[in-house]
């Protein structure tokens, strides 16, 4: 049997959590039902969705860099037409 602690909280048995697939950060609804309370798991998102898309890109670059140090190789940049040093200089007249 769970405790409700001083500030009301509820700690899940872990064998509901893993029989639901609720994991820490997920939602539950507490939702009354006659003389029981029902706790239902709130529906699950896609996690591809509901990333913005700054934590997305971050998300790739890490796998990048991830595989990266795993095979030890590093791409050789194409060449774009600049070099490092052009940046500097943009907007800068002679």
Known sequence: MAKVTSKLQVTLPKVIADQYHIRPGDQIEWAAAGEVIRVVPGAKENTSEAKPQPLRLFDQATERQRNRD?????????????????????????
């Open 70 to 94: 795993l095979h030890g190789k590093v791409r050789v940049a194409k060449d774009r037409g600049w070099r490092r040093e052009d940046l500097y200089k943009r907007g800068i007249s002679d």
